[in-house]
């Protein structure tokens, strides 16, 4: 393997390293906006009760 074959491989990798990466974050960014609605919802139901 040459080092032009070496550099391809590389940059493959590092492509789909950043594929994944970005995947997860999105992940993680609906999973947080979720819990945030949640917990909006939740502090609502307690403000009409309070009433």
């Known amino acids: 393997m040459d080092d032009e074959e070496k ?8 492509s789909q390293q950043l594929r994944a990466d970005y995947r997860k974050a999105l992940g993680s960014e609906h999973k947080r906006r979720y819990m945030d609605s ?4 939740i502090f ?8």
């Open 7 to 14: 550099e391809k491989l590389l940059e493959k990798l590092a």
């Open 38 to 41: 949640e917990i909006e919802k």
């Open 44 to 51: 609502k139901k307690g403000k009409k009760n309070e009433r």
